[in-house]
């Protein structure tokens, strides 16, 4: 089945660095992936929607300057949290779904971020 | 803003059926209904998805109500595995999702 490869699984940083987030569609190709954030016992927090080629969608309140993505192909979504600071610890994830109308959302398996 | 609603949490015993509701009263006719589960520290997993008619695969069955303003994941005999958030998602045409707080679904021996 299809599967979404997220990278790296785990990330320890000082705070003041950027890290970046990577997200690859293995076996498809996905115009549009979608970032969350999650903090421990919360629900899934949608951050934005990526497109590729083209400037991604924030939800209100993700700051954008902050939390910069990138989507320059068709199979790769980059999530580059900058300058971060202890309050940016925190699960993220991304999802892919295939070109089509009835497809379903693929799932990374999560990037725990910490920033000391 | 539009969401879906769910029971912040359901308990129920193994082997039993468990019918987990969500509301989604803001559905659009080309709105699809989804329903993902996630583990601890893992990415959410595919469980089954619909648009008006009922559906059934090997891991459940979604009973989708006649207005599609609500809708049931039905798992009819739960296992200590089954362990896990549910979340309910409408996916708007490509870009757009729709989902809320989730329900976190215990499951007794």
């Known amino acids: 089945g299809a599967v979404v490869s997220q990278h790296p699984s785990w990330v320890i940083c000082k705070s003041g660095t950027s890290v970046k987030i990577e997200c690859r569609s293995l076996d498809f190709q996905a115009t549009t992936m979608f970032w969350y954030r999650q903090f421990p016992k919360q629900s899934l927090m949608l951050m934005a929607t990526s497109n590729e080629g083209s400037k991604a969608t924030y939800e209100q309140g993700v700051e954008k300057d902050k939390f910069l993505i990138n989507h320059a192909s068709l199979t790769l979504s980059t999530l580059t949290v900058t300058s971060a600071h202890p309050e940016d610890s925190s699960f993220y994830i991304c999802s892919a779904r295939p070109t089509g109308k009835n497809e379903k959302l693929f799932f990374g398996s999560g990037t725990q971020l910490s920033v000391l | ?109």
């Open chain 2, 1 to 109: 803003d539009a969401k879906t609603t769910q029971p912040n949490s359901m308990e129920s015993n193994e082997e039993e059926p468990v019918h987990l509701p969500c509301n989604h009263s803001t559905i659009s006719g080309t709105d699809y209904i989804h329903w993902y589960r996630q583990l601890p520290s893992q990415g959410p997993e595919y469980v089954i998805h619909g648009l008006t008619s009922n559906v059934n695969n090997r891991m459940a069955s979604l009973a989708i109500a006649e207005d599609r303003k609500s809708s049931t994941l039905i798992l009819h005999r739960a296992t200590l595995r089954d362990a896990a958030v549910y979340y309910c998602i409408l996916i708007q045409g490509a870009q757009k999702l729709v989902f809320g707080q989730g329900t976190r679904l215990t499951i007794n021996p």
